[in-house]
C-alpha cells in the first residue's frame, strides 16, 4: 500500500485542516498590523514615515546591520574553518566554547559589558555585544557543513595544481554558500528583532523605537506603521539571503564513498590562531558569566538575594516554557506530519506560511495581538494564553524543523502495517511513530522551551499585570541600573540556557557520523 495513504483519507482531511488553522494563526499578526498601517490612510502615514525621526531610525538600523553582518561571518566562518579542518588542538573543547554565547542571553552579555564599562554604549557597543552574541549561528551550520562535505573536489584540484588556498576558494566556499547565507538569515533578523542589546546601549532602531511608541501613549496607526517598516525589512532581507544562496548544486551526486578532506596543518599559525580563539571565548563568554558571577556574589554577600522572589520567578519561567514548549510542538505536528507523510505544493505552502514566524520580531507579534484583542477579544487581553499564542506564533518554525526530521524516522510502512492489524490512527501514532520519532519532539520541545524563557519583548507587551518572569525581573532591576539585584535572575537564566548548547553541540557531533 502506498505510503500516501496514511494516515487514512478522513484523518489526512483533519491534519489539513488543523496545519491550515496554525498557518492562519501565524499569518494573524502580519494582517492585523499592516491592516492597521493602512487604515490611517496615504497622507498621514506620508507625513509619519517622511520624518527625520524615521531616517534616523533607518540609517542606525543599516549601520548596525552594515557592521555586525560582515564581522559574525568572518568571525563563524573563520573559527568553523579552524575547528573543523586544521589540526587545531582540542579541537572538541572550542568546537564547545563557539557555541557557549548561545547559553548567555544577549541582554545579559549587554548588561555585564555595560556594568564593566559604563561609557559603553551607543553604536559602538552594540556592534561589539551583537556580534560577540550572534557569531555562533554562523558558526554552527558552517561548521556542519564542514563535517558532511565530500572532499573529492577539493582534493582533484589539489592533484591539478591548485595551491591550498586557491582549491578551497574554487571548490570549498562555493559549497558553503547556503551555510554561510543561512547563517546571515538568522543574525540579520536577530538585529532586526533586537531590543534588551539595543536599549541597554542606548542605541535607537525601529524594535526600542515601537516599544517606546507603546510606553508613551500606544497608538494602533503609528505603531503599527513602525510595525510595518520593521516587516518591510524582514521581507528584503529573506529575499535578500534568498538571491545570493542561489541554486548551485553543493552536495555530490554519483557512485562512491565520499572522500574526507585532509586535515590542513597550521603550523607557525597555531599560536595565533589559538589567542584568537581564547580572545574570542574571554570576550564572548568569560567577560559577561565572570561579570554575572560577580554581581551575584557581592549579592550574597550583602545579603540582597531574595530566594523565594527568585524562586516564584523561576517557576512562572518553566511553567510558561513547559506550556510554551508543549503547544508549539502539538501547533507544529500537523504540518510536521503532512510534509514527511504527504508532500504535496499545498503542504509546501503551508510550511513557507508557518516559517514567516521567524522573521516577525516578537514586538510586531505582541503589538498585533495587543490591537487584536483590545478591540475584538477583550477578554483575552491581559491573559496568560494570549503571551502562550504570542509564544507559538514565534516559535513554532523551532519545533517543526525538528519534528519534520523525527518524523521521517519512522517509516510509513510501519503505520501501514499496524492499520492493517487493525490498530485506529491515534493508537498507531503512539505506539508506533512516537517512540521512534520521541528524541526529535524532545529536542523541538527544548529549543522552544529555553527560547520562551529568554525571550523579553513579547513578554514586556504582553504578560499579564504582575506577572514577573526571569527575563522581566532581570530586565526591570537592570534598567534600574542595579545591577546586584539583576545578577540572580541573570545567572539562572544562563543556568536554564545551558541545555541548548549541550543539545546543538551534541546535534553537531551526530550529524558527523
Not at 577539493?154 to 559549497?175: F, H, K, Y
Not at 521567524?358 to 510586531?364: K, T
Request: some cysteine.
Amino acid at each position: 500500500m502506498p505510503a500516501s495513504s496514511e494516515p487514512r483519507p478522513r484523518g489526512m482531511t483533519t491534519v489539513a485542516m488543523l496545519a491550515a488553522a496554525v498557518a492562519a494563526l501565524i499569518l494573524l499578526p502580519l494582517v492585523v498590523v499592516v491592516g492597521q498601517a493602512l487604515g490611517l490612510g496615504w497622507a498621514r502615514a506620508g507625513e509619519f514615515l517622511f520624518r527625520p525621526r524615521i531616517g534616523e531610525l533607518l540609517g542606525h538600523t543599516a549601520a548596525l546591520m552594515a557592521s555586525t553582518l560582515p564581522l559574525t561571518l568572518v568571525i563563524g566562518v573563520g573559527a568553523a574553518w579552524l575547528v573543523e579542518r586544521t589540526d587545531l588542538p582540542l579541537a572538541g573543547f572550542w568546537r564547545t566554547m563557539m557555541l557557549a554565547p548561545l547559553a548567555v542571553p544577549a541582554f545579559v552579555s549587554a548588561y555585564a559589558w555595560v556594568s564593566v564599562r559604563p561609557q559603553l554604549a551607543g553604536f559602538s557597543g552594540a556592534a561589539l555585544v551583537t556580534t560577540l552574541a550572534y557569531h555562533p549561528f554562523v558558526f554552527l551550520p558552517v561548521a556542519s557543513m564542514l563535517r558532511v562535505l565530500d572532499g573529492a573536489d577539493e582534493n582533484i584540484a589539489r592533484s591539478l595544481g591548485l595551491g591550498r588556498g586557491r582549491a578551497v576558494v574554487r571548490t570549498v566556499l562555493p559549497r558553503l554558500r547556503p551555510a554561510i547565507c543561512g547563517g546571515g538569515l538568522i543574525v540579520a533578523l536577530h538585529l532586526l528583532a533586537e531590543y534588551g542589546v539595543l536599549e541597554m546601549m542606548r542605541y535607537q532602531t525601529f524594535t526600542t523605537a515601537i516599544l517606546q511608541q507603546y510606553a508613551v501613549g500606544f497608538s494602533d496607526g503609528q505603531g503599527s506603521l513602525l510595525a510595518s517598516m520593521l516587516i518591510l525589512l524582514c521581507v528584503l532581507v529573506l529575499t535578500a539571503e534568498v538571491v545570493l544562496r542561489g541554486r548551485a548544486r553543493v552536495s555530490r551526486f554519483g557512485s562512491g564513498v565520499p572522500e574526507r578532506p585532509a586535515t590542513v596543518p597550521l603550523g607557525r599559525w597555531t599560536v595565533p590562531a589559538l589567542l584568537a580563539m581564547t580572545v574570542l571565548v574571554v570576550l564572548s563568554v568569560v567577560v559577561p558569566v565572570a561579570q554575572v558571577v560577580r554581581w551575584f556574589a557581592q549579592a550574597l554577600s550583602q545579603g540582597g538575594v531574595d530566594l523565594p522572589a527568585l524562586a516564584t520567578v523561576t517557576g512562572t519561567s518553566i511553567g510558561l516554557a513547559v506550556v510554551g514548549g508543549l503547544a508549539a510542538v502539538l501547533a507544529a505536528l500537523p504540518g510536521a506530519w503532512l510534509l514527511s507523510r504527504h508532500r504535496s505544493a499545498l503542504t509546501v505552502v503551508l510550511e513557507r506560511v508557518t516559517f514567516i514566524a521567524s522573521a516577525l520580531p516578537g514586538v510586531v507579534v505582541a503589538l498585533a495581538l495587543v490591537t487584536l484583542s483590545v478591540r475584538n477579544v477583550h477578554w483575552l487581553y491581559q491573559t496568560t494564553a494570549l503571551l502562550v499564542i504570542c509564544y507559538v506564533i514565534l516559535f513554532v518554525p523551532r519545533a517543526m524543523v525538528s519534528l519534520r526530521s523525527g518524523l521521517a524516522a519512522s517509516p510509513p510502512e510501519l503505520s501501514e502495517s499496524a492499520h492493517s492489524l487493525g490498530s485506529g490512527g491515534p493508537a498507531t501514532f503512539f505506539r508506533v511513530v512516537l517512540p521512534l520519532s520521541l528524541p526529535s519532539f524532545l529536542t523541538g520541545f527544548v529549543l522552544v522551551a529555553l527560547a520562551v524563557v529568554t525571550e523579553l519583548t513579547a513578554t514586556l507587551l504582553l504578560a499579564p499585570t504582575g506577572m514577573r518572569t526571569l527575563a522581566l525581573a532581570f530586565w526591570g532591576a537592570s534598567d534600574e541600573l542595579d545591577y546586584v539585584r539583576a545578577a540572580p535572575y541573570a545567572l539562572m537564566m544562563i543556568a536554564l540556557s545551558v541545555p541548548l548548547t549541550l543539545l546543538l553541540r551534541h546535534q553537531l557531533q551526530k550529524e558527523s557520523r
